[in-house]
Structure formats: C-alpha cells, structure tokens
C-alpha cells in the first residue's frame, strides 16, 4: 500500500501539482518556486507596480467596502494583522515583505481572485 502511495505521489509531482496545505490542490503548468509564483501574483495583481504612471498608489475599491493596495493588492481586512507585524502595506517593501508572510501562512488563498492570470 505505502508504494502505491509514493506512486501517486511521484506522478503527481511530475505532472506539476502544487500543493496548497492537505485540502487545496492547484494544478500549475510546471513545478513553480515561492519566488516565480509571487513574481506572477505581482504581475497579474499590479502590473507589479506599487504606484501607477501618475506615483499615486495602486488602490482597488472593492464592492463590499474593503479596499486592495500596492503591489500584492492586500487586501484592507489584512491591515491590523499588518501593523502590528509592523508592516505598512501603503510601503512598497513592507507590501512586499507582507504578501511573502502572508504566503507563507495561507499560500496562494489570498490570491485566488486572480489566479487564471498566474497560474
């Protein structure tokens, strides 16, 4: 039984599943680094700009009131979590600095919006 396990798992990992803790599973063309996943994240969310041609910062009202800002586009539910790590997500390297903390408690969860752009 154990070997058909690691099979499973073999076959898996070769046809480039990421794996997204025990309950998620997103399919991705090829077996991605943290870093190429964020790079595309930032890409699709921002244009991977913290302030548009104008150096105002990229901000997105959403329809239920919350607000997305910067580079990662974090999203303002994520603002007291922020600040009391001591980030300021209007920064663009504390933006930055929180979207990989935050990746690395939920995965790509926080970006799911957009994942037909960076899968």
């Not at 396990?5 to 991705?28: C, E, N, P």
């Not at 921002?46 to 105002?56: A, H, I, P």
């Not at 929180?98 to 037909?116: C, D, I, R, T």
């Amino acid at each position: 039984m154990k070997y058909i396990f690691i099979i499973v798992i073999v076959i898996m990992v070769y046809y480039g599943f990421y794996f997204q803790g025990l309950s998620d599973i997103y399919t991705l063309p090829i077996i991605r680094s943290k870093e190429d996943v964020m790079q595309a994240i930032a890409e699709c969310e921002s244009g991977n700009r913290q302030f548009d041609k104008d150096y105002r910062l990229i901000v997105h009202h959403n329809a239920n009131g919350t607000y997305d800002v910067g580079i990662y586009q974090i999203n303002s539910t994520w603002n007291d979590v922020a600040y009391t790590l001591g980030y300021n997500t209007f920064d663009r390297e504390d933006n930055i600095r929180f979207a990989n903390w935050l990746y690395e408690q939920q995965g790509v969860s926080p970006w799911l919006s957009s994942y037909n752009c960076w899968k």
